[in-house]
């Protein structure tokens, strides 16, 4: 049975185990909590010493209190390099984890310490876990060995495990320290690397623009303004690379936008406006492409009151949605925009008669490249990125709205419905909340217009 002031040493440095905290200094604050709280025990040993060695077991650093002063210092005392010689028999027994008892010291102690004659053995505990040795008890007593009573030595050694606890608590706490570290530095790194992405997207789609919009302007004349009569194969020729190259243009453009949006670049710039007339301007624009594909557009005016956004970002994403309808209605079919309020939001909706999507592909419209399998066909032919809905739902809730789409299936025609803030007076008074800044330094590229 263990005394009762020992278990109270114990439990008192159990308490000090648990309350280490992350950074403390194990080695320079423990330990010599430790020798003092074992010293407090009056015991009869001339003196206690704790040593920490390193992975090669060479002296790390030593403590040492006296019975006579129970003051605990930075000393050494004890001849470690001899105890702990590689391959040694006393070596051994501390590896195997295995208390020692020492008769013959006088190689192991600096006896020419007065008060040291009195010593007659040591008592020496390894401190240790199954993957470390980490240092040393060392109990000097002036009765022989064969005095000192294993429960004396089992006590000793709950504290060696105590200590190999905060050890490794200590370890434990320093490799996390360890693996925060690293992530901050490969998260700065990833930082890095993704402005230079950005960079280097904005840079290629810049220097790829320039020539494309020339190509383009080029072909376009050279099938329009002629003077000389084309073939009919080289009109087709060229009506295809018309084609394609603004389709690079979209794609360019997209990259460009989608660049901007993730790096914070993007300003978003409210005012008050009329959203009727700004659709009604986008009908017109979209007007001779719905022509050629003999498709009828219907814009259903109600009063609506003004809402508080960016236009010219309300103009992007119309685009993009009456684009989508163009596309993927069917020849002959209508588009039609219609809007709804509830005194806070306006919802702008723009439904087609056309190619329709299946409700499980609903969820994948706004993710980037969500191009769905069942209109590939279409899009293969009319120069889709899967980048648009995606710039549109980033930009509708930059200005503090939502986008959704509804389809009743394939065949069934699509509504694709955004909202947008009406200019309240409590808008107005927040107005500064609506603005979005870019980060850092502006890109000063704008998309090209098509
Ligand atoms: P894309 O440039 O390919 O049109 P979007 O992000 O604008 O890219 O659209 C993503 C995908 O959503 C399209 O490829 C198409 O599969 C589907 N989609 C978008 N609008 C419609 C629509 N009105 N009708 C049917 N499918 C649509």
Redesign the pocket.
């Known amino acids: 049975m263990l005394s009762e002031d020992k278990i109270t040493v114990f439990l008192k440095l159990q308490q000090a185990v648990l309350d280490l905290e992350e950074g403390t200094k194990l080695l320079q604050l423990f330990l010599p909590t430790v020798l003092e709280e074992l010293a407090s025990l009056g015991y009869c040993y001339e003196f206690l010493s704790a040593i920490f060695v390193d992975p090669d077991h060479k002296l790390q650093r030593g403590f040492f209190v006296d019975k006579q002063t129970k003051i605990v210092s930075e000393k050494e005392v004890i001849h470690t390099e001899i105890l702990l010689e590689r391959g040694s028999s006393w070596e051994m027994e501390l590896l195997y984890g295995r208390p020692l008892l020492i008769s013959d010291i006088k190689e192991l102690v600096d006896l020419s310490f007065p008060k040291f004659s009195e010593i007659r053995s040591l008592l020496i505990l390894p401190i240790q876990n199954t993957h470390n040795f980490s240092g040393i008890l060392v109990l000097a007593s002036p009765a022989s060995s064969d005095k000192i009573n294993p429960e004396e030595i089992e006590f000793m050694q709950m504290i060696t495990r105590l200590i190999d606890l905060g050890y490794r608590l200590q370890d434990t706490e320093s490799s996390l320290t360890q693996i925060t570290q690293q992530v901050y530095e490969m998260n700065a790194k990833l930082h890095q690397l993704d402005k230079l992405k950005d960079e280097f997207v904005s840079v290629a789609s810049h220097e790829l623009r320039t020539p494309m919009t020339a190509i383009r302007s080029y072909v376009w004349m050279a099938l329009h303004k002629s003077d000389i009569p084309l073939s009919q194969k080289l009109e087709r020729y060229l009506y295809r690379t018309l084609i394609s190259t603004e389709r690079l243009i979209n794609l360019v453009n997209d990259m460009l936008n989608v660049s901007r949006i993730e790096s914070g670049h993007i300003e978003i710039n409210p005012k008050v406006f009329d959203i009727v007339a700004l659709v009604k301007d986008v009908m017109e624009e979209v007007k001779v492409k719905a022509m050629e594909k003999r498709l009828s557009l219907l814009v259903l005016e109600h009063k609506i009151p003004q809402v508080f956004a960016d236009p010219d970002k309300v103009h992007e994403v119309l685009l993009?949605l009456l684009g989508?309808?163009l596309?993927?209605d069917y020849p002959g079919g209508m588009i039609t925009v219609d809007f709804f309020t509830d005194g806070k939001m306006v919802e702008v909706s723009v439904r087609?008669n056309?190619?329709?999507?299946v409700k499980e592909d609903v969820g994948k419209?706004f993710k980037k490249f969500?191009?769905?399998d069942n209109?590939y066909v279409s899009?293969s032919t009319s120069g889709?990125?899967?980048?648009?809905?995606?710039i549109s739902k980033s930009l509708v809730e930059m200005m503090h709205g939502s986008i959704w789409a509804q389809s009743e299936g394939v065949d069934k025609g699509?509504t694709?419905t955004f909202s947008l803030p009406i200019a309240t007076q409590e808008v107005l008074k927040e107005s500064e909340e609506f603005h979005v800044r870019p980060k850092g330094e502006a890109k000063t590229l704008e998309p090209v217009a098509i």
Do not use: A, E, P, Q
């Not at 056309?354 to 999507?357: Q, S």
């Not at 889709?384 to 995606?390: A, E, I, R």
């Open positions: 993009n989508n309808s596309k993927f087609d056309g190619l329709g999507i419209l969500g191009r769905l209109s899009i889709g990125t899967g980048l648009g809905l995606y699509s694709f």
